[in-house]
């Protein structure tokens, strides 16, 4: 008796010490982790901080929210981010849908090779049904999704040659992110990926160890990667990344209602914001961020509807082998929300 009440007292305490100190109701945090992969002088570091700063004026404080860019709090792994979400290691975060596609594998259908001609195809999706589904999958997987923001449509670089067709990516080594997926792609395009975090890309581009790399123009900026090399973009837009912004399940439990939608609220706020600067100069008739970047001495191929078929060709298989991982169901249904969209 007196030794199953001493293992029942010390399970207690094993499992007081497991729970992160988020996961007592009623008690608020001193401070509140949030997690991005890259900080405030990009579109995604600005749309945490202005989640943060709206939440900290609302709530007067209760809630504190400090920002960790650089994937910090799990080193930099970004691949590891939905993870430590989950277990409370990060009590919030904005992040991007390919970098929790590992663990929530319905996240590879924005990363479907050329799904979403335009921006108005991403909108479809994210604001319509599909966009519940993921938040209700996502909820089922153990957090709680708020809004959604937005990394960008993602452009082909490289430090070698332009690219106007599969056959200019023979042989280039690329850096690519985490999900198994880009592998496929770009070993269907005939080059050489490599996986690897952010972290690692920059200086992997620096040295050479990698010619090039695919992300947003906004990122490409401000990461000044005309200086590591990449003189060469390809406005192909095969996929988007769009972000999320989710918080911790015991966290938001421990929160008081009103709070609850303060930071809901904000979220949705903030959302629509960083989606406004992440598309800033990249819908016409503003291009200026395309012609920034060509005042970098960077040369910007726009692909011919023929030549852009030819990527799609080339990646339709891997667009078919994925869209059984993500749920051909889902995938029917937002081809078709992308079909009836409105244009912008
Ligand atoms: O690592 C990348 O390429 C980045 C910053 O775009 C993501 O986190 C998906």
Do not use: C
């Amino acid at each position: 008796m007196m030794r199953r009440k001493l293992l029942l007292v010390l399970s207690a305490a094993a499992l007081a010490f497991a729970l992160p100190a988020a996961a007592q109701p009623g008690k608020y945090q001193a401070e509140y982790r949030m997690s991005t992969v890259v900080g405030t002088a990009f579109p995604w570091g600005k749309g945490g901080e202005i989640w943060a700063n709206l939440v900290r004026e609302r709530t007067k404080g209760r809630i504190n929210i400090k920002m960790y860019p650089g994937a910090s709090l799990v080193a930099g792994d970004q691949t590891r981010e939905f993870t430590a979400i989950r277990q409370g290691v990060i009590d919030l975060a904005v992040g991007s849908t390919i970098n929790w596609s590992p663990q929530v594998k319905q996240l590879n259908l924005f990363s479907l090779p050329f799904l979403m001609p335009d921006y108005a195809a991403i909108d479809a999706l994210t604001q319509g049904d599909v966009g519940k589904d993921m938040f209700k999958i996502l909820e089922k997987d153990g957090v709680v999704p708020l809004a959604w923001g937005e990394n960008g449509f993602r452009e082909v670089t490289n430090s070698k040659h332009a690219i106007h067709t599969p056959a200019d990516m023979k042989g280039l080594k690329f850096r690519v992110v985490g999900s198994p997926l880009f592998n496929d792609i770009f070993t269907a395009l005939g080059a050489n990926p490599t996986q690897m975090s952010w972290a690692d890309a920059q200086p992997a581009l620096a040295s050479g160890a990698v010619d090039g790399q695919e992300n947003p123009l906004s990122i490409f900026t401000a990461a000044k990667m005309q200086t590591i090399g990449q003189k060469n973009v390809t406005l192909w837009g095969y996929v988007a990344d769009p972000l999320i912004f989710v918080v911790n399940k015991e966290v938001w439990a421990s929160w008081t209602p009103e709070d609850r939608n303060i930071v809901k609220e904000a979220a949705l706020e903030a959302g629509r914001q960083e989606i406004q600067i992440a598309r800033k100069g990249l819908i016409a008739p503003d291009l200026s961020t395309i012609t920034d970047v060509e005042k970098l001495g960077v040369n910007v191929v726009t692909l011919s509807p023929a030549e852009r078929e030819q990527f799609v060709k080339a990646t339709r298989k891997v667009y078919q082998k994925w869209s059984k991982t993500v749920g051909q169901d889902l995938v029917n249904k937002a081809e078709k929300a992308i079909a009836a969209r409105k244009k912008l």
